[in-house]
């Protein structure tokens, strides 16, 4: 059974940092695409970033780029966001989530994903 959980949302400032965990349990990162979705209150839910690590594959939603970094372990087999230079708009609820197909053909488009965690909170302030 495919079980995504997070963890590492919180409270910071504006520029300051945060690292998101994703821990994964039931499949392999190394064969997945596995992205992060934030949906900000009482907006939609918007890719942020997506890797698939047995292609080396990694993008970015231009919002994010130059300032988030997603990773992957295959021997932790979990996937990371770090995040520099937080600003408010970046104040959302975070979600990892799975392709169960593989590929990343479509990465930030949420209706790709088949599995979702629970998510973790970000809250940026100024």
């Known amino acids: 059974q495919v079980q995504l959980v997070e963890s590492g949302g919180g409270s910071v400032q504006v520029g300051g940092s945060l690292r998101l965990s994703c821990a994964a349990s039931?499949?392999?990162?190394?064969?997945?695409?596995v992205a992060w979705f934030r949906q900000p209150p009482g907006k939609e839910r918007e890719g942020v970033a997506a890797?698939?690590?047995?292609?080396?594959?990694?993008t970015y939603a231009d919002s994010v780029k130059g300032r988030f970094t997603i990773s992957g372990d295959n021997a932790q087999n979990g996937v990371y966001l770090q995040m520099n230079s937080l600003k408010p708009e970046d104040t959302a609820m975070y979600y990892c989530?799975?392709?169960w197909g593989g590929g990343c053909n479509y990465p930030l488009r949420a209706q790709e994903y088949d599995y979702w965690g629970r998510g973790t909170q970000v809250t940026v302030s100024s």
């Open positions: 039931g499949y392999s990162v190394s064969v997945h695409c």
């Open positions: 890797i698939y690590t047995g292609s080396k594959f990694i």
């Open positions: 989530a799975l392709n």
